[in-house]
C-alpha cells in the first residue's frame, strides 16, 4: 500500500512538473548589455537616448506598419504584448539599436535590432522568448535573412495583394515568424519617423 502510495504521489508530482515545464517554457537568451554589446561588436562609446513617442509619431509608425503598432495574430498570445510608447535608441559609431516586443505563438518575444544611417538592418537578435516550435527563429540562418532589408523591402513571410515574400519561415512556426518580420519592420519605421527627426 506504501509502494503504491509512493508510486502514485511521484507520478502525479512529474506530470505536474512536465505541465508547468510546458507552459514556463521561457527563454532568457540575451541581457539588455549583452544584446547592445552584440549590435555593436566594434564596441566604443554607445550613447542611450530614451524618448517617449508623440501621438504624432505613433500615428506616423502604424501608418508604415497597416494602422498596428502591435501585430495581433489569431493563435498568438497577443494578449501579453502592451503596445509601449517610451522607446531607448542606442547609439554607435555606426548603428542605431532598438529593443521591440511583439507576441509570438507562446507569449511575447522580445528582439534588438541594429540600422545604419541608410535605414537597414545590419544585425538583430531575439533576446528573450517563450516559443516551442518557434525557438529556431533564433538561429542565426533565420535571422540573417533580414540583414540588408529596409524599408522599401516587403520583409514578409506571406505573399498576396501586391506582396512579394522575401523572408522563408521557420517551418511550423508561421506566428513566431509572422512576429520577427512585424518587429524588423517596426525597428525600421522608429528609427526613419522618430530617430531620424529627433
Given at each position: 500500500?506504501?509502494?503504491?502510495?509512493?508510486?502514485?504521489?511521484?507520478?502525479?508530482?512529474?506530470?505536474v512538473l512536465a505541465i508547468?515545464?510546458?507552459?514556463?517554457?521561457?527563454?532568457?537568451?540575451?541581457?539588455?548589455?549583452?544584446?547592445?554589446?552584440?549590435?555593436?561588436?566594434?564596441?566604443?562609446?554607445?550613447?542611450?537616448?530614451?524618448?517617449?513617442?508623440?501621438?504624432?509619431?505613433?500615428?506616423?509608425?502604424?501608418?508604415?506598419?497597416?494602422?498596428?503598432?502591435?501585430?495581433?495574430?489569431?493563435?498568438?498570445?497577443?494578449?501579453d504584448v502592451v503596445a509601449?510608447?517610451?522607446?531607448?535608441?542606442?547609439?554607435?559609431?555606426?548603428?542605431?539599436?532598438?529593443?521591440?516586443?511583439?507576441?509570438?505563438?507562446?507569449?511575447?518575444?522580445?528582439?534588438?535590432?541594429?540600422?545604419?544611417?541608410?535605414?537597414?538592418?545590419?544585425?538583430?537578435?531575439?533576446?528573450?522568448?517563450?516559443?516551442?516550435?518557434?525557438?529556431?527563429?533564433?538561429?542565426?540562418?533565420?535571422?540573417?535573412?533580414?540583414?540588408?532589408?529596409?524599408?522599401?523591402?516587403?520583409?514578409?513571410?506571406?505573399?498576396?495583394?501586391?506582396?512579394?515574400?522575401?523572408?522563408?519561415?521557420?517551418?511550423?512556426?508561421?506566428?513566431?515568424?509572422?512576429?520577427?518580420?512585424?518587429?524588423?519592420?517596426?525597428?525600421?519605421?522608429?528609427?526613419?519617423?522618430?530617430?531620424?527627426?529627433?
Open positions: 500500500m506504501k509502494l503504491r502510495k509512493s508510486v502514485i504521489t511521484a507520478l502525479t508530482t512529474f506530470t508547468f515545464a510546458q507552459v514556463c517554457f521561457a527563454f532568457l537568451l540575451l541581457t539588455e548589455d549583452k544584446g547592445v554589446a552584440q549590435m555593436f561588436p566594434e564596441g566604443g562609446d554607445i550613447k542611450k537616448i530614451e524618448h517617449t513617442l508623440t501621438d504624432a509619431e505613433i500615428a506616423a509608425v502604424k501608418g508604415r506598419l497597416g494602422g498596428k503598432f502591435v501585430h495581433f495574430q489569431v493563435g498568438s498570445k497577443s494578449a509601449q510608447s517610451a522607446y531607448t535608441f542606442y547609439v554607435g559609431s555606426k548603428d542605431v539599436a532598438i529593443i521591440e516586443e511583439q507576441p509570438g505563438k507562446w507569449g511575447p518575444v522580445k528582439f534588438i535590432i541594429a540600422i545604419d544611417a541608410t535605414g537597414k538592418v545590419t544585425n538583430l537578435a531575439v533576446m528573450e522568448y517563450k516559443e516551442k516550435r518557434g525557438r529556431p527563429i533564433a538561429r542565426r540562418n533565420f535571422l540573417s535573412q533580414f540583414v540588408g532589408k529596409g524599408s522599401a523591402d516587403p520583409i514578409s513571410v506571406k505573399s498576396g495583394k501586391g506582396i512579394k515574400r522575401d523572408i522563408r519561415s521557420v517551418s511550423g512556426a508561421t506566428i513566431s515568424s509572422d512576429c520577427t518580420c512585424f518587429a524588423v519592420k517596426k525597428a525600421i519605421a522608429l528609427y526613419e519617423e522618430v530617430y531620424k527627426k529627433m
